[in-house]
């Protein structure tokens, strides 16, 4: 299954929310891999540690690794072009690999955009269709070529969410985007659920506006993950909370949130 995790807003967890679930499709057993679409890299270095950086700095000749490596790929012409699993990191957990970022994505875009390469990432996955069991795709916080690649290669998009004012008026509009892409591009697209992140549930407006999100009929997923510190730790660590702390409140959460997911038709 190929899964996108994905919103406009930025600071929702996109990557945390990514890597922690990838980290348990691998932990149980699947074949995982992650990609990692947004510049800033910030799946690539909490999956990889040190090696996302020693990744970062060999990307610098006439050929480049990971994401930026693939796409650069597609824009030239080459007798022997290499397999998709080439641009691949096998990171330090069993069964989860990574297929890093590089900022030079972000210039890259205009140039993929032009020569139309909207599809180049859902090839590519089609290649290693035999090779894994689930891929998680981490985007940028945008609507732009690289989110509407992901949303044209992927089968489920889940959505983070935050519990406030300017994400439920996001969520409505990423909807429709994603409705819109499922209808031009990818009829297999479907919404996985809205993950709700940070969530406090003492707080009163919090648990209005989840409760008003399941009255209107989206699919929120439960449980929703709690906010924590040790999640800060986890990304200081470069470790998934599942290598972390096996026991935390966090980690149980992210364990019954995964299996949720799957549980999904």
Excluded at 123 to 152: G, H, K, M, Q, V
Excluded at 169 to 184: F, G, H, K, P, S
Aim: aromatic share 6%; hydrophobic share 40%; charged share 20%.
């Amino acid at each position: 299954m190929r899964r996108v995790v994905f919103n406009q807003k930025g600071g929702v967890g996109k990557s945390t929310i990514t890597c922690n679930l990838a980290a348990l499709s691998a932990h149980q057993g699947l074949r995982t891999l992650v990609i990692d679409l947004d510049p800033q890299g910030n799946s690539s270095h909490y999956l990889l540690g040190a090696v996302a950086q020693d990744a970062a700095t060999q990307a610098t000749g006439s050929e480049m690794s990971g994401v930026a490596g693939l796409f650069e790929q597609s824009l030239r012409f080459s007798i022997r072009p290499k397999a998709t699993s080439e641009f691949i990191t096998t990171s330090p957990f069993e069964n989860l690999d990574v297929m890093a970022s590089h900022p030079v994505l972000e210039e890259m875009q205009a140039k993929l955009e032009s020569r139309y390469k909207i599809f180049k990432l859902r090839e590519a996955l089609d290649e290693l269709s035999e090779d894994y069991d689930a891929i998680w795709i981490d985007t940028p916080p945008a609507l732009n070529f690289y989110t509407r690649s992901a949303l044209i290669a992927a089968q489920s998009c889940l959505i983070p969410f935050d519990c406030d004012s300017f994400s439920r008026r996001a969520l409505y509009t990423l909807l429709d985007n994603v409705q819109e892409m499922q209808a031009d591009h990818n009829p297999q697209l479907r919404v996985g659920g809205i993950i709700v992140n940070q969530f406090q549930p003492r707080a009163t407006l919090p648990q209005q506006m989840v409760q008003a999100l399941i009255d209107e009929g989206h699919p929120v997923l439960q449980p929703s993950l709690p906010a924590s510190v040790k999640i800060r730790e986890s990304h200081e660590r470069a470790l998934p909370m599942i290598h972390l702390d096996a026991r935390h409140k966090l980690t149980q959460a992210f364990v019954a949130l995964h299996a949720a997911i799957h549980a999904r038709p």
